[in-house]
């Protein structure tokens, strides 16, 4: 096995076929290295609309969303022993992504973070926001934006 950098890997998982290629990603770097793997998946609270003069108040998440975070959480951790991880955790908890994601990594430091891309067009990622690119720019350790292949046109007869 390779000695390096990423000895203790964390991937930030929502479900989504983008995370898939993240989980992929983290897997194999693991592997590679000897390495721990930790998933962690954030049941995002639910958007509250306020006036203007009154706090914001975040909502709690359902329970049927935090149950589904965990089978997330779960079927990725078997996924990554099943490919031969051997230390490999799952954490899942809720709150805002970006805050709780960063908050793990300064409670649990690793030296790379990794992360699927949602692959937002300029527009949609300036009125949204970027999970990856707050990431990028805020988390304590590297991080990897793993983008999934584009699928190629099937070629004409």
Known sequence: MAEGLF?????????????GAALDAAIDLARHYD??????????????YVSTTEPYVPAAVPQSEIGHYREIVEAAVHRAE????????GLCDEGVVVDEILAHLERHPADL????SRGL???RRILLGSVS??????????????????TKPAPSP
């Open 35 to 48: 390495g721990s793997l930790t998933v962690l998946a954030i049941a995002p609270l639910p958007p509250v």
């Open 113 to 116: 973070l990794v992360v699927g």
């Open 82 to 89: 099943e490919a031969g991880v051997s230390n490999v955790t």
């Open 133 to 150: 690119t707050a990431l990028i720019n805020r988390a304590p350790c590297p991080v990897l934006v793993v983008r999934t292949p584009a």
């Open 121 to 123: 067009s300029t527009a």
């Open 7 to 19: 000895r203790r890997v964390t991937v930030a998982t929502d479900g989504s076929p983008n995370a």
